[in-house]
Nanobody
Framework: VQLQASGGGLVQAGGSLRLSCAAS????????AGWYRQAPGKQRDLVAS???????TYADSVQGRFTISRDSVKNTVYLQMNNLEPADTAVYYC?????????WGQGTLVTVSS
């Protein structure tokens, strides 16, 4: 299983970006798929996740600004990020869980300037 993340970049505060995570397999094989981020010197934290049944979870800091979704035809999980803040600057990773295995995509850097 491979996860390919894309969509990061440089944006001004208040702007928007959409991250994409394309899976090499059917995304419904994963019990959980999500986006995580890691800022310099900090641990990797969950940003948003979606379960196989469609249950959504968001970090408090992004609630109301970020939206996670998926496209079962394209086998892709998206993270729409609106009203970005400098505190959102981090490397964003997509991750997915199948049985007891965790899979990770490469990171994509999001930089929000003030």
């Amino acid at each position: 299983v491979q996860l390919q993340a894309s969509g990061g970049g440089l944006v001004q505060a208040g702007g928007s970006l959409r991250l994409s995570c394309a899976a090499s397999s059917n995304i419904f094989m994963f019990s959980l798929a999500g986006w995580y981020r890691q800022a310099p010197g900090k641990q990797r934290d969950l940003v948003a996740s979606i379960t196989r049944s469609g249950t959504l979870t968001y970090a408090d800091s992004v609630q109301g600004r970020f939206t996670i979704s998926r496209d079962s035809v394209k086998n892709t999980v998206y993270l729409q990020m609106n009203n970005l803040e400098p505190a959102d600057t981090a490397v964003y990773y997509c991750g997915a869980t199948w049985q007891r295995f965790d899979f990770w995509g490469q990171g994509t850097l999001v930089t929000v300037s003030s």
